[in-house]
């Protein structure tokens, strides 16, 4: 059974629940290989991209995780992180240099 991926959801497990996967046929190593993947990019996005720390929270090493991200066909992933996280910072600094650009007018 292959599993189609909604592209607006990066976990693909909106609504996905064992349920749903049994009803499905998936079987339980597809099953294992959805949580695996959601665990990895949890991880990922709470560690800001650094695989290093992401490998640790999960208690595995650095290497796995690079072999796992290339599995799941998300290799580009932890720099996906970094550069939204490095836009997201930008923008906010604009948006503080815009609220001190108007105070000092005012």
Known sequence: ?????????ELGLAGF?????LTAGCTEDEGIWVL???????????QRGN???????????????MRELAEFRIADLPRRIRRADRQ?????????QAVE??????
Not at 1 to 9: H, L, Q, T, V
Not at 36 to 46: D, F, K, N, T, Y
Not at 51 to 65: D, E, M, S, W
């Open 36 to 46: 695996r993947r959601a665990l990895v990019i949890r991880s990922l996005e709470m």
């Open 1 to 9: 059974m292959k599993i189609e991926w909604d592209e607006s959801d």
């Open 51 to 65: 695989i290093t720390r992401a490998a640790k929270q999960l208690g595995r090493h650095r290497n796995t995780i």
């Open 101 to 106: 650009e108007r105070r000092s007018i005012a």
């Open 88 to 96: 997201a910072v930008l923008q906010f600094r604009r948006k503080v």
């Open 17 to 21: 629940t064992a349920t749903h996967m």
